[in-house]
């Protein structure tokens, strides 16, 4: 390593102008390997600029951080040397000899012009520095500690203890990998200046729910302890440590350890996996030529092949040089194309592999003109390199009746030439087929996922108009067309006899057939006295529109999401308002739609003769399918609560309940179980599980492991709505736990409508870069923004460089 020549131009900003210009004594630091010797050393320094007495931390955190550098194994021990004498920064001899330097102060401006530059000289030379809560405080004048820091503390900030939980976000960082995930935990919490997440890697928040944070409250991303790279060496703060009993607990010893072991060099680690400059988005694909959509249809879905291609489909809806009919007596009513392309990597270049004529371009309009039929998902077999099997999820234009206007949705498996990359139409062999009504819109769903058994699932919507129930409960059995309701979701996602508002799990077969799997909600012989059914496909009932669903094949849970009705503000008399749903599926289920929302919250009945009428609450352990409409079975399996849920006003809207269980529905009562999140316009977009495990070896663009294991969430919308990586208790998940952790994403997923404005599906691929599709700014069309992107890392490996590790003490 180069010299660190130290001169007055290294103090910037404030700092150099708000003290004296130092003298021509200013010493130099030449240093020609990082500081440090064959044993490590900590330097604790404890100098404070604060009047009175020493405080009682300092004695507290040197015998914590002493008796750290006893324990652990023998070859991460260090020695630890205390000193409040500032010159020691100007002594450069004595400050190359440690590896790390904490800094355990009450603040204030502790050193002076040579000093500081003497610690610049020290990290610049690949030093390491670990700040300690009000460390924060020191050097007020000095852009370049701030820096260091990463952040201020505000005047506002509490000064009282409190109890409060923090969230540990980061599993892998050696300061917070062995922590509780939801750490309960006495400190006195500061608040920021300046939020620093994005800047600093963030490994912890403290949730501000749990405590009373005051008036300069950071809201839902409170970082509490962060670390970066810094101007050549490595730099953690935490904030917390302001209490002397902090350093008795085993958890916070554990905490500092893995920072002292970072930054002293004794172990690698990654802080750079949440800075925001380490990620770059880059759009793929080009607009189309004109009349032509030799690039992209309208986006739809999109799946990744094991040699790094990229599968997107177009749903149906032409751009707006092609005729679109929306008359029942012309037989090309809603005649459309979907479209196959493929995004090779190593070419950077688009084909067109196919298109299914299908029903789905009647362009917009009301429920009864706009359709959501047409091509609506894509899986590639499990043993696609070797069989080239593509499975498409699509509502074929041959198979509509337009008199009864019904349809025939269906999952195909079709054949690809790997060599051209075209979809042999000839090689169709459909494996599962079902009626849907096509007189009016929406709720299509389309998401398909494989897990590692084999077993394909299949998302449906609920094939349900959202007009004739006021955006509350889709439970309107009077609208019909020819004895077909189609406002009614118990005659779909409620009915247990019915393929549609479903997650489908099959075990497809090599000849084109299906078996059913063990474990599918229903066997498909169940009966009840009134003559209801079941279809043994059944995994999940009671969605209303999953477009976008995934299964973790290391785990092989599943995570769905769904979009909800339209009303937007809850009502005592109906029921809960719009609410956006995800939820990670452990096991088959009814999910609650239309009986049930969120956390179990139910809607009102509504029945005939009268459906304006409200009749009494949906018992949501008890659900009951007395439609009219229903040919399955009457009594229904429970409802499981999901984990997140989102309206216009918030993130998982709760009510106080009466002593039957019902929610007030007052929206001054309500209070919000997930504040980082929050709707308007919203369509929730399921995203994947990173695993970091799949990466094909050798990847310069791999998402970092601190990823690992986080589910990614989204909305179709980039306002207020989600887009975020959550981290999940695998011990409450499967019962509607909600997520103990949530990371933004919109920094990195770039929105905004030059960016990635309208998420419509997004997945790893074998590299580890994260593939998203962007709609485009219409409806029922593509445009000049529908595109595909990558969103690539670009931040390099851990640090320490693995040839500057240092050696621990052997004595």
């Not at 599968?311 to 009513?333: E, K």
């Not at 409620?494 to 059913?516: A, C, F, M, Q, V």
Request: proline fraction near 8%.
């Amino acid at each position: 390593m180069t010299a660190g020549l130290l001169t007055t131009g290294l103090l910037s900003g404030t700092a150099a102008s708000a003290r004296p210009e130092p003298g021509p004594s200013l010493t130099t630091m030449s240093v020609k390997s990082p500081p440090g010797g064959a044993n490590v050393r900590v330097l604790i320094f404890h100098g404070s600029a604060a009047s009175g007495g020493e405080s009682p931390l300092v004695n507290a955190g040197i015998e914590a951080i002493e008796r750290i550098g006893l324990s652990g194994p023998v070859n991460q021990r260090f020695k630890v040397e205390a000193t409040d004498d500032a010159s020691v920064f100007t002594d450069e001899a004595r400050l190359g000899r440690f590896n790390a330097i904490v800094f355990l102060t009450g603040g204030g401006d502790v050193l002076d012009p040579e000093q500081e530059a003497g610690l610049e000289a020290y990290m610049e030379a690949g030093g390491g520095f670990v700040g300690l809560h009000d460390a924060a405080r020191a050097e007020p004048y000095s852009e370049w500690f701030t820096g260091l820091i990463g952040a201020r503390p505000a005047s506002s900030s509490p000064t009282t203890v409190q109890r409060a939980t923090v969230e540990v976000g980061d599993r892998v960082h050696p300061a917070t990998k062995d922590l509780p995930v939801q750490w309960k935990r006495p400190d006195r919490w500061l608040n920021w200046v300046k939020n620093p997440s994005g800047t600093v890697h963030t490994v912890a928040r403290v949730r501000e729910s749990t405590y009373q944070p005051g008036t300069g409250a950071s809201g839902w991303d409170h970082p509490v302890s962060w670390c970066r790279d810094y101007d050549g060496g490595r730099s953690f703060y935490t904030g917390m440590g302001g209490t002397v009993s902090s350093y008795d607990e085993t958890d916070f010893r554990a905490h500092l350890r893995g920072a002292l072991l970072w930054t002293t060099r004794l172990v690698r680690a990654d802080c750079k996996a949440t800075i925001n400059g380490n990620y770059r988005a880059e759009r793929l694909t080009k607009p189309n030529q004109p009349g032509r959509n030799d690039q992209i249809g309208e986006p739809h879905g999109l799946v990744t092949a094991p040699d790094g291609r990229v599968f997107y489909i177009g749903r149906g809806g032409a751009d707006s040089s092609q005729p679109v009919i929306t008359d029942w007596n012309d037989p090309d009513i809603g005649k459309g194309k979907g479209e196959i392309h493929v995004y090779d990597p190593r070419t950077g270049q688009v084909t067109l592999a196919g298109a299914l004529t299908v029903f789905g371009n009647k362009g917009g309009g009301d429920e009864l003109v706009k359709v959501e039929e047409g091509l609506l998902g894509i899986e590639l077999d499990p043993r696609f390199e070797e069989n080239g099997w593509v499975y498409l999820h699509y509502t074929p234009h041959s198979g509509i009746d337009r008199e009864t206007r019904m349809a025939e949705r269906r999952v195909s498996r079709f054949t690809l030439d790997r060599a051209t990359d075209k979809l042999d139409l000839a090689s169709e062999k459909v494996l599962l087929e079902w009626p849907v009504q096509i007189h009016s819109c929406c709720h299509a769903g389309g998401g398909m996922a494989w897990d590692s058994k084999g077993n394909l699932y299949i998302a449906t919507g609920d094939n349900n108009s959202s007009r004739f129930s006021d955006g509350y409960s889709g439970n309107n059995p009077e609208p019909d067309f020819k004895g077909v309701s189609f406002a009614d979701a118990r005659r779909t996602a409620g009915n247990t006899n019915n393929l549609n508002g479903k997650i489908l799990r099959i075990h497809p077969e090599p000849d084109g057939t299906y078996t059913l799997p063990e474990g599918n909600l229903f066997t498909g012989k169940e009966t009840d006295e009134g003559g209801g059914k079941t279809r043994g496909e059944i995994y999940v009932m009671g969605v209303r529109n999953p477009a976008r669903i995934f299964v973790d094949k290391t785990t092989d849970i599943l995570y769905a999401g769904w979009v909800g009705p339209d009303a937007s503000a809850p009502s005592p008399v109906w029921g809960p308002a719009k609410y956006d749903t995800f939820a990670v599926i452990t096991k088959a289920s009814n999910r609650g739609w239309p009986y049930c929302m969120g956390n179990k919250q139910p809607y009102r009945d509504r029945n005939l003769p009268d459906p304006s009428v409200p009749l009494g609450w949906y018992d949501c352990d008890h659900p009951k399918n007395e439609s009219p409409n229903n040919d399955g079975l009457v009594d229904l399996p429970p409802v499981t609560g999901n984990n997140i849920w989102y309206s216009p006003q918030g993130g998982g809207p709760d009510f106080p309940r009466d002593a039957d269980g019902i929610p007030s529905y007052r929206q001054e009562d309500a209070t919000y179980r997930l504040p980082w999140l929050k709707g308007g316009g919203q369509a929730a977009m399921n995203g994947p599980v990173y695993r970091h495990a799949d990466v094909a070896p050798g990847s310069d663009v791999a998402w970092p492991t601190y990823w690992d294991g986080k589910w990614f969430v989204g909305d179709f919308y980039d306002a207020d709505q989600p887009r975020n990586a959550v981290l999940m208790d695998p011990r409450t998940q499967g019962d509607g736990g909600p997520p103990v952790h949530s990371e933004s994403l919109k920094k990195i997923v770039p929105v905004g409508n030059d960016g990635i404005k309208n998420l419509m599906d997004w997945k790893f691929g074998p590299d580890g870069a994260l593939y998203v599709l962007d709609y485009g700014r219409g409806f029922f069309t593509s445009d000049a923004k529908s595109a595909l992107w990558r969103v690539t890392y670009t931040g390099g490996g851990p640090t320490p460089a693995a040839d500057q590790l240092a050696r621990g003490s052997q004595s």
